[in-house]
């Protein structure tokens, strides 16, 4: 089975930029892989942000964005909030089968 | 507005069987794929498989970790998913959601598996 990989742990600033990546050991993440990013808080279900590479759910703020990025898929933060700190995970499909990243805590302070 | 209540868990010695059920209402359950995630305590999240609607032949994949042990199977004049989890270990300690993502995007509350002697 593939191993997906994510940052562990990352920092921002409220107001800033950051780049959460998520890597394959099978090579380079393509749109076949239809990537997904969910968001965790404490006690919660997940629930997706990003679904298909790019594509946002009504309630996915505007300040997140998902794309292809030096063979990984990528999920962007333009403008942090707060209410964004959360645990990250991303999804990859491999024929049919899902394979979690193990997740990204991310600070904002 | 839909909802997914998962119901079953508990306590299970291992090497014993236990089954889960998702719940639904709300939404047209026989459109949909239904995916079972679970989260070991303290841990990420894990897929463990999916049954695709009856439109796609309602077939199953399963995750590696619980292919040959663990049988996803749906009731779509009920609106219900099982997950059939045979030959329990003590790794297989969870939550356990039922989902559907996607276009759409319903979880269920989670249901705690505890396998332990």
């Known amino acids: 089975q593939a191993v997906v990989t994510q940052e562990p742990s990352l920092t921002v600033s409220p107001g800033g930029t950051v780049t959460l990546t998520c890597g394959s050991s099978t090579g380079a993440v393509t749109s076949g892989h239809y990537p997904y990013w969910f968001q965790q808080k404490p006690g919660q279900a997940p629930r997706t942000m990003i679904y298909d590479t790019n594509d946002k759910h009504s309630w996915t703020p505007a300040r997140f964005s998902g794309s292809l990025l030096g063979g990984k898929a990528a999920l962007t933060l333009s403008g942090a909030q707060p209410e964004d700190e959360a645990e990250y995970y991303c999804l990859l499909s491999y024929s049919a089968v899902g394979v979690f990243g193990g997740g990204t805590k991310l600070t904002v302070v | 507005e839909a909802q997914l209540v998962e119901s079953g868990g508990g306590l299970v010695q291992p090497g014993r069987s236990l089954r889960l059920s998702c719940t639904t209402s709300?939404?047209?359950?026989?459109?949909?794929?239904m995916t079972w995630v679970r989260q070991a305590p303290g841990k990420g999240l894990e897929w463990v498989g999916f049954?695709?609607?009856?439109?796609?032949?309602?077939?199953?994949e399963y995750a590696a970790s619980v292919k040959g042990r663990f049988t996803i199977s749906r009731d779509d004049s009920k609106g219900i998913a099982y997950l059939q989890m045979n030959s329990l270990k003590t790794e297989d300690t969870a939550v356990y959601y039922c989902?559907?993502?996607?276009?759409?995007?319903?979880w269920g509350q989670g249901n705690l598996v505890t396998v332990s002697s």
């Open positions: 709300g939404f047209t359950f026989g459109d949909y794929a």
């Open positions: 989902t559907v993502y996607g276009e759409i995007d319903y």
């Open positions: 049954i695709r609607s009856n439109v796609y032949g309602g077939t199953t």
